[in-house]
């Protein structure tokens, strides 16, 4: 445990009691309700749930009436079937960064922005750093939130903001020596390739000031955390959101690493069984469910969100209130099906990043052969195990292959591959190539 001070943005409602956050969640979901109303969308939906006003929420627990909502009805909302202001109240448009279909699109208000930054001045705050802190945001800017999200929390708290955004690694890697940033805001495997380029050049891990990094915008397992802790000696802390709940900002982990804490006061939190929608208690794994307390622009009801995670039980040392989440294991929707079995790609993960030898890349390839699907697990090795004996190749080759068998019950076939070999991506990694066609 970390024998830092615990500081808090915004103590009072950072430490609120469970009683008082319930009455404003309350108060909070009626306002929400009756501002989804003033959408087209909602005001349908709503309706013929029963609900026509905020008089029909009497108690918390009478979220339960309202429909959930997903993410093909957002789509069917493009581009303003959800905005409940009037256009001229919009100062912001964040879409989605889904590269197939219909993006889903999210307007902010003034307040929107405003509230969205507080909650990610409370998250900086809350993993110890402040305004001392340099702070490079290595995550794209644009429409898609990481950027922006952070970068607004990040100034607000009154850190030193480099807004260099993702790529260009030569570049960031100078900027972090010459500017001597502490603290960096980007994707696991963007920071991973990060320190393959480093050793190809003249700057090293010790010629950096780094202490923090913030990991979101991906999957990722516990072992990618401790590589990248490891091998740039900082603290990496999980940081998750999404462009229907503003984007960073709604869960993020304390000093203290277990879990992620999501800001109650702005979200309703549920975690349901995806396949029967039945809520389901603590500890227990399922879909969560985002309902938006503050939003003005942007109303979302019982959002599915399709990442799959837990709430813990209990409290934290930091002394929050609000409760914490567990790391994402994956979503409703990347789960794969190779020869009948289920396979999460974080569970892949998981045994490879344990593997010592394996470096900072890698791709889940899969490809039919005769009727069978294959599945190809190519790794980045690291360079020197190229020089040595072919036979410590092979070995190591077949470790991971007996490994990978017994944390998935398949047989793959491992490829290693030298450092840089494989696609390298700034922003979110594709780690998985499908090419079986689907019938
Ligand atoms: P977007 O709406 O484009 O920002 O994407 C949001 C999605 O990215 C989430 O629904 C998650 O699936 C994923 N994501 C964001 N942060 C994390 C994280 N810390 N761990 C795992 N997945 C994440
Ligand atoms: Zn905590």
């Known amino acids: ?28 979901l009626k306002e929400t309700v009756n ?3 003033k ?20 108690r918390l627990e009478d979220i339960h009436k309202i429909p959930f909502t997903t993410k093909d009805d957002l789509r069917e909302c493009y581009p303003n079937g959800l905005l409940s202001v009037d256009l001229n109240d919009v100062v912001r448009i964040h879409t989605s960064s ?37 702070f490079q945001n290595m995550m794209g800017y644009g429409m898609f939130t990481g950027g922006l999200g952070l970068h607004y929390g990040a100034e607000r708290v009154g850190m030193t903001v480099i807004p260099i955004g993702g ?25 991973l390739h990060i320190h393959s380029k480093l050793a190809e050049g ?20 516990e072992n990618t955390r401790k590589k990248a802790e490891e091998l740039f000696k900082i603290d990496a802390y999980n940081s998750y959101g999404l462009s229907e709940m503003n984007g960073p900002g709604v869960a993020f982990e ?88 289920n396979v999460y790609p974080s569970q892949i993960e998981q045994v490879i990043m344990r593997v010592p030898e394996v470096g900072t890349n ?37 470790r991971i292959k007996e490994q990978l068998r017994a944390s998935i019950i398949i047989n793959p076939v491992v490829e290693l591959h030298e450092p840089g070999s494989l696609p390298v991506f700034e922003g979110k990694a594709k780690r998985v190539v499908d090419t079986r066609t689907k019938l």
């Open 35 to 37: 501002t989804a109303l």
């Open 202 to 221: 003249e700057i090293s891990v010790k010629d950096l000031s780094l202490k923090k990094a913030y990991l979101g915008a991906e999957p990722y397992s």
């Open 98 to 134: 889904g590269t197939t279909g219909t993006p889903t699109v999210i307007y902010h208000t003034k307040e929107d922005i405003d509230n969205w930054t507080e909650l990610v001045a409370r998250c900086i705050i809350a993993t110890g750093s402040g305004k001392s802190d340099v």
């Open 1 to 28: 445990m970390s024998m830092q001070e615990i500081s808090y943005w915004n103590r009072e409602i950072e430490t609120i009691s469970s009683e008082a956050l319930r009455k404003l969640q309350l108060k909070r």
């Open 362 to 398: 890698y791709q889940i390839y899969l490809e039919k052969e005769g009727t069978l699907d294959k599945l190809i697990v190519k790794v980045e090795i690291y360079s020197k195990l190229f020089t040595g004996e072919l036979k410590e190749l092979d070995a190591l080759r077949e």
């Open 254 to 341: 304390c000093i203290h690493k277990c879990g992620m804490h999501v800001w109650e006061d702005a979200y309703i939190l549920e975690i349901i069984d995806p396949k029967t929608a039945e809520p389901l208690s603590e500890e227990k794994e399922g879909e969560i469910v985002f309902t938006t307390l503050m939003r003005k622009a942007t109303p979302l009801l019982r959002y599915r969100s399709r990442d799959l995670a837990f709430i813990y039980k209990g409290g934290c040392k930091c002394k929050r209130t609000h409760r914490r989440i567990s790391r994402i294991t994956g979503r409703t929707d990347d789960m794969l099906i190779i020869n009948g079995v």
């Open 167 to 191: 790529g260009n690694t030569v570049r960031q890697i100078q900027l972090m020596k010459d500017f001597k940033t502490t603290v960096l805001h980007i994707t696991p495997s963007y920071l």
């Open 39 to 58: 959408t087209p969308f909602y005001n349908a939906r709503l309706k013929k749930a029963g609900i026509n006003s905020a008089d029909d929420i009497k």
